[in-house]
């Protein structure tokens, strides 16, 4: 049984002291009750039982995990306590890292091996016992406060192994029955003494285990990598893995430019920094390239080799770093690869090996790469080339000479080949035709492509709306070769372009364009559209506050938020009637779930709405309210008026409907109201409850209307849901002439919302139609008798 008394030497026998007790006469010894001493040795022979069950469950274990949690609970029960831990040390971080806890809490907990109750015990090597864990300087009250446990008593021993080396602590906490005793600390000794020889011969094979994956999973890397022949995607494929591999944050791969002397990043793993530059002799990739020696730095930042610009740039903190040279299959340094802040501390030998063998594996990877790159770049110039033909493509030379021009472009300028040809771009495009050149020349200095949208090129005395595209060519390493520029002739659809456009969101002019449905849609049509109609409140009042130039301002600036949304969800403006908006869904052109796009449109309008009414009450001026009116139904498009002046517009009972709705939002105090007949046809949920059933002026049938609630938050609807749960079956009483319970139901949702205006409106309803019943057989149905 280990205890905290140092082992004595072979030489070293201990000293007499003057308190050492003379031995007594046989006649004159106490004589012990038989039973105590049956009692001891039978207690002896349980303890001894026990340590011999303690190496025999560690030993069947194959786990290192299995053995710490057996070993926790077997002393915790042993002792007698409420919970423990056991501590194993990380050397390579210096912390001691908790992998068992039994009790109701069980994570990883890190200390550093020289602070806290079990520092103290890890440093001295001596087991402690502490009575009252609050009133000792050591220990920590962090978990206790985050965890809400109280830890009162403490019986904590070091963990060592049959050479004296220690490799952890156990801790065992809150004695269940008094406090713990010398007794108990070395009983503790004992048990982990017992597990040691498990646990090294475990925390070996689990190595063993490691080491043997990691080359496993090194050779499966390889074999991924060195089968991949794009470069781009080569690179990134390798740093992600060597990221991975070296449990690092980030890692960057620079390449040699032979050109510049410098070294540049076509790969960087972790937040996106773009291209990096240097010397190829500067700072530590710069030592690593010309030195063709490995450099690892645990240090970062008291290394005079390291540069610490990059990350004053950018926040990021370097801790350490290990850089490797690139070296192709002929010795030559191609680049390095710099890994950066290994998680866990500096970067080992292991890590160092690892990472030579993977870059020896990159660089012949990179070559592959780099042929495959040069083919693909032959092929793709050659396939770009015949792919744009029926376009006009015209190339030019490194020296800005055009050397080619297909039948497209040269049908486009109107010229021959041998007026073409051999001529400067400069010298051809020139007057009104120059900004192209400007174009080109600035593609020519960045390398980056430019595409110009409906441009005018000017050739003999006709003048083309054109889409051009100017592109930089450039071989695979990067030298500049000349430049392409395609030119699409579109004057034809311009012109088609915009005479629909005076009708209809250019975006969906040009959709009918392309599926060549333009004669149907101006012809007319019957079709089954969702109608939008919105109109500003108290607009009278706006206008008299704002003057003529106010109102214009305000309601230019109102129609453009509003018209941005309908067309962003696929609708068509038809018109502006005054401050009103009468928009359509499903027309001309027809989606499967237009009746949510329109719902989805008049939630935006609202809730932008509220956004610009902040504004504008930020400058002094009165917010703008309105209400929005949906209906789903038949409805006739055309183009409708006289050979003087025409519209395209709607017409129909649909769009009559859709008008009443958003009349009737005043009366029951709603911003947004939707016919029964576009619920039914709705794909989305929404928050949503039952207005009435109400038959509109002209009409006999009624018609379910309901109130779109979905633009509301906690702010502006407090407890929404319950207010349309008690609301919803409010109206369901009221329909059935259930004054009483209607009124409760209502009484209940304007406790809910007590803004809630439509609640109050329906109790007086109720409260009237109780005391004045209504005629005949009850249907629910109110009768509007306004447009």
Known sequence: MASNVRPKTKNHAPEKTQSTP???????????????LLAQADKK??????????????????????????????????????????????????????????????????????????????????????????HDSRFNRTVDEQTGYRTQTIVCAPVKTVRDEIIGVIQVLNKEDGKFSKEDLNLLEAMTTQASVALQSTQFVERMKKTRAKEMEFLDVVSDVTSELELGTLLAKVMKEATR?????????????????????????????????????????GAVFTSGETINIPYAYADLRFNPAFDKQTGYFTRSILCVP????????????????RRGGPFSDEDETRLK??????????????LFEDVQNMQSYNESMLESMSNGVITTDEEGKIVTCNKAGLKIIGKVPSEVLGIAAEEFFVDENLWLMDKVRKV??????????????????????VNVNVLPLINTEGKKLGSLVMIEDISSEKRMKSTMSRYMDPALAEQMMEGGDSDDFLGGKSTEATILFSDIRSFTTLTESLGAQGTVSMLNEYFTIMVDIITREGGMLDKFIGDAIMAAFGIPIAHDDDEDRAVRATIAMITELWDLN?????????????????????????????????????????????????SACKQYSARILISEFTRAKLKGTYRMRDIDLVVVKGKTEPVGVVEVLDYHNDETYPNLMDNVNYFNEGVKQYRTANWEKAISNFEEALKAT????????????????????PEGEWDGVWVMTSK
């Not at 003379?22 to 105590?36: I, M």
């Not at 908790?98 to 520092?119: D, P």
């Open 614 to 662: 902040k504004i504008r009450e930020a400058r002094g001026e009165l917010a703008i309210d309105h209400g929005v009116g949906l209906n789903t139904g038949m409805i006739v498009s055309g183009n409708i008026g006289s050979p003087k002046r025409m519209d395209y517009t709607m017409i129909g009972d649909g769009v009559n409907l859709a008008a009443r709705l958003e």
């Open 357 to 370: 063998a993977f870059t020896a594996q990159v660089s012949i990877a990179l070559e592959n790469a780099k």
């Open 245 to 285: 591999m070296l449990g690092a944050d980030r890692s960057t791969l620079f390449l040699n430019d032979e050109k510049t002397n410098e070294l540049f990043s076509r790969v960087a793993m972790g937040d996106g920094i773009g291209e990096i530059r240097l010397p190829n002799s500067a700072g530590i990739a």
């Open 45 to 134: 022979l349980k303890q001894a039982e026990m340590l011999l069950s303690v190496s025999r469950r560690c030993a069947a274990m194959e786990s290192l995990e299995e053995i710490l949690k057996t070993l926790v609970e077997m002393t915790t029960w042993e002792l007698g306590a409420d919970r423990g831990t056991l501590f194993l040390n990380d050397a390579a971080t210096g912390e001691l890292y908790s992998r068992v806890a039994q009790g109701n809490f069980s994570r990883e907990i890190r200390i550093l091996n020289t602070t806290g109750v079990a520092g103290a015990v890890f440093s001295s090597g001596e087991g402690e016992i502490i009575d009252d864990a609050y």
């Open 22 to 36: 003379k031995r007594l006469p046989p006649s004159r010894r106490k004589k012990q009750d038989p039973a105590e």
């Open 444 to 465: 020519d200095e960045t390398q980056e492509a430019e595409i110009i949208v409906d441009g005018e090129l000017k050739f003999e005395e006709e003048v083309l709306s």
């Open 754 to 773: 007590p803004s809630d205006k439509l609640a109050t409106t329906y109790i007086e309803r109720c409260q009237h139609l109780k005391e004045e019943p």
């Open 326 to 341: 690139i070296v192709n299959k002929d010795g030559k340094c191609i680049g390095v690869t710099q890994v950066l802040n």
